[in-house]
């Protein structure tokens, strides 16, 4: 297939490029008004701080689902939640084609059969180094070592020109789970000349390698082999390999596996329908470990990230119905702290502390944790083997970016580039540039609604938590007199001896008296009218009183 003369070969990053996580990538072909499109990962981010009440953040799909018609397929590099969990939301919107390998496969169906969509999917299973062709783009699998099991990179061959899409990666020579990172075919793919490559960033600031997981295997056995009590150990669900690599070294010292939280079944599940996990002994139900001995069993459990519901975060309030940990207890934290977690987890590692609960991180056992994102040197290598002629630097904050950039350029790749979510960029003909700038931004789900970013919901939430809430409520008669009231309640709104909380409520409520016997009878016979007059006398009345103007639900009742 020849290149028409108004074709362009294109990349659009919606999610995942400023950003680590929500990874939602387009790449496009063809002629500006007749462009055909595939889409690669469709993942989500997690709420924080400082979105109260939301849990998971999608993704806006605005521009693709406004060419739903013209996408080809959506291609799955792996099945980690920033790379399929926004899936289930937001494949009702695109309806295209979804192509994944067997063990992202299985996962995928559990989330679109929760969302209902499953029925109506169009799901093909890939297997491992496979080719999927749609219209001008022929998409080759290329195997890639990371922290779950099939991960997978890009050859995307078009008329224009080849992008390796690199997707999550790391170069692990002794992996445990699936196998090495195929760097003969990357090298070949640099020997036919590839024209871009779009490529993770995560640890472009860190210098060497990432490290082994076989490595972890020597670390976690060796610590686990020292412990006397119950262990708990704590790790994402969705690193199938260090999931194997705990069990495994519970069985070598003589400790079964107790399985600790809904995730952490569903990985189990997924391994097992594609042969792994072999070898192991089954895992123990609640009701069986709790007549092990301390010494014989070990609880793998979700929550290292200090997530509110999660079930470490149960264990550490001591709420947990089934897992009780004490002092001559453990619990491993094999994982890094996720920027932005923090606070979660230093409250949760205090709460076990406070429980007598000895703790072990990589900070002061560095060797129980290995990332699963390429460091420094490891770039350097695939920037070896593919030889690029551009290199756009993704799944990254700003500063990852442009580290990742300049990385690049002191590789002597010829061009780089550095799209934020919703840039454009045409890839060839011609040097790579910005040339359209499209809708890009965030949804909440929220309550299991999906809502625009930063709604009124979320906005009154927010407002709520930092200044309080006030609801008055007053009844008039057809004068416009009061009959009873304004009686105020507050949430969220202090006292203290100088200012008890009844004072201030007794001080807000003769505001009110007083602000609607000056009214005139017109106001007054205006339900709105005396609503909006209420909310605004509050909130002057107690930034007087408290410094703060907090939300007012004021109802007007007429007799």
Known sequence: MKPKPDDELVFLPLGGSNEIGMNFNCYGYGPPDDRKWIIVDVGVTFGDQTTPGVEIILPDPQFMEENADDILGIILTHAHEDHIGAMGWLWPR??????ATPFTAFLLREKMRERGCLDDADITEVPLSGTITLGPFESTLITLTHSIPEPNGLAIKTPLGTILHTGDWKIDPDPLLGGVTDADAIRRLGDEGVLAMVCD??????DGHAGSEADVRVQMNDLIGKLKGKVAVACFASNVARMDTIIRAAQANGRRVCLVGRSMFRMAAAAG??????????FLNDAEARRFPDDKILYLCTGSQGEARAALARIADGAHPHVKLGSGDHCIFS???????????????????ERGIRLYTERDH?????SGHPCRDELKEMYAWARPQIAVPTHGERRHLLEHAALARDLQVAQTIAPRNGDMVRLAPGRAEVIDEVTAGRL???????????????RERKHASHSGMLAVSVVLDERGRIVSGPQVRSIGLPGDQDTPLDDALDQLEQAVEDMIKRLNSDERDDDDAVEQAISRTLKKASHRIWQRRPIVEATVLRV
């Open 94 to 99: 695109l309806r295209a084609p979804i192509y």
């Open 201 to 206: 960033s995560t640890n472009v600031f860190v």
């Open 273 to 282: 329908s594609v042969g792994l996990f072999k070898g192991l002994e089954p």
């Open 335 to 353: 994982s890094r702290v996720i920027p932005g977690n923090e606070v979660p987890i230093r409250n949760l590692q205090n709460k076990m502390a």
């Open 366 to 370: 560095p060797g129980i944790h290995v």
């Open 444 to 458: 909440y789900v929220d309550g299991g609604v999906v809502t625009v970013e930063n709604g009124d919901a979320l």
